[in-house]
């Protein structure tokens, strides 16, 4: 049976290739799935490793269906059944983490999304992934094929051939008509301040004791260039704006340094801070999980490390 | 009279855990049985918009009846009685020995087969599970019940006896007015706690009782398509390598030349 | 033994005694709130003044409010205080006052409060007070804003940290009594203090209460003073007590953390009326 991977239109070169080094391991040939016209199709560098057989566009008719894939996935799941996948691998976004649970209901198959790593051992195939609020790694063996996962590895390797040598069918999904819904409409959500694309990100966390504390990080911000980012309970208390939240709900960052102030690490908090290169973390509590998501820690007071950070950066003051 | 189910998970909050207490982690228990027990947050915000729902409804002639249904062993009287107080008109436990946690698929298979004997004419529940993460369940029952799924919800009103949801994906609002039963994911919605009951709310419903239903045994019998082989302590995403200073001043000096170097 | 002779400096005061109302995610309310009123009942027998607290330490908790309504408790003048919190829609801040007003409790202790993100926040609209160059609501906003919807109808004090640096605390004070702040209340005194001397000298007319920290809990009461303390030395309590009347024998106190079965009748009430 052969295997598939599954590239979506939101995902970028580095998704993708994130996908060709997850497969490396795993026997078989794979097939690639394109949805969209998505702008990696025009460029002349994007390579597919050696494993992948042939290309199925699918010319998307119905992925701009905002609220949900209804038909959409049923459609995929024909293919899917179709073509006799035992795999089908996508990169976890929040498109793929509903469409791939949807097609893996129509199949009656196992899935799961946003998986670590991909092992496959006597024709049995185990994946692990965080649970516990990211305190825990679990593996799990799905057990019903096909087996359908999302993972959020990326990489930003070259090493792959170009697509220009493949085999490449075209196809189209039929546009479907859904009538469950009316007045639909859609409002793109104007970013504030940059602070998602800062190379530089200090977060204010509630020990920052409150408005006077939040100023202060916001004053080393300036004085080091980078951008302020929050926790909720500052936004909640009225201290910091919604636009500067980090986290799951708000911001994701991912800066080449982060540095946050008085946070617990809570893990709806900590996926907005992950993608960050280098992560400095302050708590006054040594068993803080704060520390579980920084390369850098100290033990203290923040109140007492802002102040004496804003009198080593007095100098630049002006 | 319309009504809403609304499917919520109790789950160890896991933000009281120090890291001390995942010592007792077993390979298949992850040994915090002492920590609090709570509504999962996603599902918190599911039980706040229904009752945001009822409260639309009961200003005009529709009324909205709520109903609150969870799968497991048993409901702690705290939790439920604070359902009741807050203005759940109905709590349901489907009672199954068996831990569902890592089963998505039985456990929207228990919740189908719940629906099928009662009518809903919405769904809320949140997207995801805060210590499962499977995400699936809404979207296993919409295919099951063959209902539309709407996911990413982010904030619903009750207008004119319908739903007008609004639902909140990457850098995008997308809102719509709903003309079907359908099953409402939350995600991140706009408000993520479930409202506290007062004092005199709370004595009102001391004597209350839930509804507890034994899950059908036939359940037991189907393969789960996921199987728990272990579980293991993330040790840390990162290696924490502390700053040290006899003071704060030094530490910070470390901390800005480690922070401004290239 | 009666251990109350040990301690005569403590006894037949004036005392203020913080009583925290039951916790919203308590497993055994009922038991609590009989707990509760036996101790309210008990303080306001014995003649002193029952602060009741607002979500102490941003613990989810019932309303003082709530609580004496539900238990048909009885609030003499001058011997309730209730903690007030900018942690409140504008809806249950006037829902309190109202209350109180009814109840004859004029005595409030206004705090910007620790909060939590289940509990609303005053807006500086609520307040009126947009354009003010404040980011958010504090305790001075909220003092002035009582005075205004509630003109000489309350007492209300405002909260003094000694462990916060000088500066910066005189500057929220007098802010705070220029909002019409009338009486202070201290984070917990352990030793003699400069701040607090200073804050003595400078506001002499006023009330200032000290707070005396009754528990045995270390780490809680270095949340309390926001610097950690050390856990070797045991701490006791009524010596603290004890030394807090020698050094400011001009101040009351208000006892925070008491132990009710180990420690009220060291107190030996039997006060015929409470005088501020
Ligand atoms: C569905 C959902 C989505 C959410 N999304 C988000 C989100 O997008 N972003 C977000 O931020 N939160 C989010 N939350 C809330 C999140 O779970 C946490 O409650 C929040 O991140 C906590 O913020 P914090 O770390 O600043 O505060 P706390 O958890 O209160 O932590 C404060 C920390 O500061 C330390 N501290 C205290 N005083 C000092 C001092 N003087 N010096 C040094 N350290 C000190 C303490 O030890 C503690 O660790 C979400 C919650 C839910 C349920």
Redesign the interface.
């Known amino acids: 049976m052969s295997r598939t991977i599954l590239v979506l239109p939101?995902d970028d070169l580095e998704n993708i290739n994130g996908l060709f080094e997850i497969i490396e391991n795993i026997g078989g040939a794979f097939d690639l799935i394109l949805i969209g016209d998505s702008g990696y199709l025009q460029e002349s560098n994007f390579k597919v490793p050696d494993k992948i057989q042939s290309i199925h566009h699918f010319h998307d008719l119905s992925m701009s269906q905002?609220?949900?894939f209804?038909r959409y996935s049923k459609s995929l799941a024909e293919f899917i059944k179709q073509q006799s996948y035992s795999l089908v691998i996508s990169s976890a976004n929040?498109?793929s983490?509903?469409l791939l649970?949807?097609v893996?209901?129509?199949l009656?198959?196992?899935?799961?999304?946003?998986i670590t790593s991909l092992n496959e051992k006597a024709d049995r195939f185990?994946v692990t992934?965080?649970?516990?609020?990211?305190?825990?790694?679990?593996?799990?063996?799905?057990?019903?094929r096909p087996v359908i996962v999302s993972t959020s590895h990326r990489s930003s390797t070259s090493k792959w051939v170009p697509i220009k040598f493949l085999k490449k069918t075209n196809h189209f999904f039929p546009a479907t008509d859904?009538?469950?819904?009316?007045?639909?409409?859609?409002?793109?959500?104007t970013?504030v301040d940059g602070l998602r694309n800062a190379k530089?990100v200090l977060v204010a966390g509630r020990g920052v004791?409150?408005?006077?504390g939040y100023d202060k990080v916001a004053e080393i911000s300036k004085l080091?260039n980078a951008k302020t980012g929050t926790t909720?309970?500052l936004v909640?208390?009225?201290?910091a704006a919604n636009h500067e939240m980090v986290g799951?709900?708000g911001v994701i960052v991912s800066p080449e340094?982060c540095?946050i102030f008085g946070s617990?690490g809570?893990?709806p908090f900590a996926f907005g801070i992950?993608k960050s290169q280098?992560?400095?973390?302050?708590n006054?509590d040594p068993?803080s999980?704060l520390?579980?998501?920084?390369?850098?820690?100290?033990?203290?007071?923040c109140s007492?490390?802002i102040?004496?950070?804003l009198?080593?950066?007095q100098p630049f003051n002006g | 009279m319309i009504r809403i189910l609304i499917c919520f998970a109790v789950v160890h909050d896991t933000e009281n855990v120090l890291k001390s207490d995942w010592e007792n982690l077993t390979s298949q228990n992850p040994g915090i049985e002492h920590s609090n027990m709570i509504i999962d947050t996603y599902d918190e915000s599911a039980l706040e918009y229904a009752l945001q729902c009822k409260e639309m409804a009961s200003k005009v002639t529709c009324p909205i009846h709520l109903t609150a249904l969870t799968i497991g062993q048993s409901l702690s009287a705290t939790i439920y009685q604070n359902l009741f107080a807050v203005g759940i008109d109905r709590v349901v436990l489907l009672k199954e020995k068996a831990p569902v946690s890592f089963c998505p698929s039985r456990i929207s298979r228990i919740i189908h087969k719940f629906t099928c004997d009662e009518r809903f004419d919405a769904i809320f529940m949140g997207q995801q599970n805060s210590i499962t993460c499977n995400g699936q369940t809404g979207i296993r029952l919409s295919n099951l019940l063959n209902v539309p799924l709407i996911s990413y919800v982010n904030d619903v009103v009750f207008i004119n006896n319908k739903f007008h949801v609004k639902t909140k994906k990457r850098l995008q609002y997308t809102r719509a007015v709903i003309e079907q039963p359908a099953i409402y994911c939350f995600f991140n919605a706009e408000r993520s706690y479930l409202r506290m009951a007062t004092l005199r709310e709370k004595l009102k419903v001391q004597s209350r009782e839930i509804d507890v239903f034994d899950v059908d045994k036939t359940f037991d019998q189907q393969e789960n398509e996921i199987n728990l082989i272990s579980l293991s302590y993330n040790p840390v995403t990162r290696n924490c390598q502390f700053i040290n200073g006899q003071n704060a001043g030094e530490k910070a000096q470390v901390l800005l030349s480690l922070f401004m170097k290239d | 033994m009666d251990t109350r002779n040990s301690h005569p400096q403590v006894r037949n005061r004036t005392y203020f005694i913080e009583i925290l109302p039951p916790k919203i995610d308590s497993d055994k309310l009922l038991d609590d709130l009989d707990l509760f009123s036996q101790k309210y009942n008990r303080v306001l027998k014995s003649g002193f003044c029952a602060c009741l607290t607002d979500n102490a330490m941003g613990k989810l908790s019932y309303q003082p409010i709530e609580v004496i309504q539900e238990l048909e408790l009885n609030s003499k003048p001058d011997q309730v205080m209730i903690h007030l919190t900018t942690f409140h829609t504008l809806t249950q801040i006037h829902e309190i006052l109202d209350f109180c007003l009814d109840r004859n409790i004029f005595n409030l202790l206004v705090v910007t409060g620790d909060g939590s993100p289940r509990l609303p926040k005053l807006s500086l609209t609520d307040m009126g007070a947009v354009g003010s160059g404040k980011k958010n609501v504090t305790s001075v906003e909220l003092v002035k804003y009582i005075h205004l919807k509630y003109p000489s109808k309350f007492n209300l004090g405002v909260a003094f940290n000694p462990y916060e640096p000088f500066a910066g605390e005189f500057a929220k004070m007098e802010a705070k009594v220029a909002a019409g702040a009338s009486f202070i209340v201290t984070q917990p005194i352990l030793a003699k203090n400069e701040n607090l001397d200073v804050l003595l000298a400078k506001y002499a007319d006023m009330p200032v209460i000290l707070d005396a920290w009754m528990s045995k809990n270390i780490h809680l009461l270095s949340e309390a003073v926001g610097h950690l303390l050390s856990e070797d030395g045991a701490y006791d309590p009524i010596a603290n007590l004890e030394a807090i009347h020698k050094w400011y024998p001009q101040c009351k106190i208000c006892l925070t953390q008491l132990n009710f079965k180990a420690q009220f009748h060291l107190l030996d009430p039997d006060m015929t009326s409470f005088e501020w």
């Open positions: 939101n905002p609220l949900g209804g929040e498109d983490n509903v649970p949807s893996s209901t129509v009656d198959g196992s899935c799961m999304t946003d185990y992934r965080f649970v516990y609020n990211m305190n825990i790694i679990a593996e799990f063996e799905l057990c019903r859904e009538n469950w819904f009316s007045g639909l409409e859609s409002e793109t959500i970013e530089k004791s409150g408005k006077k080091l909720r309970p909640q208390e009225g201290i799951s709900s340094k540095l617990s809570a893990a992950d280098i992560i400095f973390g302050v006054n068993e999980q520390f579980r998501f920084c390369d850098y820690g100290i033990i203290d007071d007492l490390i102040s004496e950070l009198k080593l950066l």
